[in-house]
């Protein structure tokens, strides 16, 4: 069974920066993507950044220029950079591994931006 658990989140000002972090049990080499998603208060759940298992990444525009996926083979962790936050970005945001065929989620962590 795979352990999927982020940390990370918490409170920050509007403009301010977080980074999550999203640890994996045993290595990340086996996982097709590594994705960050999202799910505000009311609405579906979003893909927010994806990196592939050959490093390509993927945004969504909303977070284009601002938020950047990245990933430490050797710590089996995979981290979302988030910079110049807006209130907009307050949701709780989700690990999603993909080992094909399945996905592993993580139990999610708590952003909040707001003054």
């Known amino acids: 069974q795979v352990q999927v658990v982020e940390s990370g989140g918490g409170l920050v000002q509007p403009g301010g920066s977080l980074r999550l972090s999203c640890a994996a049990s045993g290595s990340i080499f086996r996982f097709n993507a590594m994705g960050w998603y999202r799910q505000a208060p009311g609405k579906q759940r979003e893909l927010v950044a994806v990196?592939?298992?050959?490093?390509?990444?993927n945004y969504a525009d909303s977070v284009k220029g601002r938020f950047t996926i990245s990933r430490d083979n050797a710590k089996n962790t995979v981290y979302l950079q988030m910079n110049s936050l807006k209130p907009e970005d307050t949701a709780v945001y989700y690990c999603?591994?993909?080992?094909?065929?399945?996905?592993?989620w993580g139990q999610g962590t708590q952003v909040t931006v707001s003054s």
């Open positions: 999603k591994l993909r080992w094909n065929p399945n996905d592993y």
């Open positions: 990196i592939t298992s050959g490093g390509i990444t």
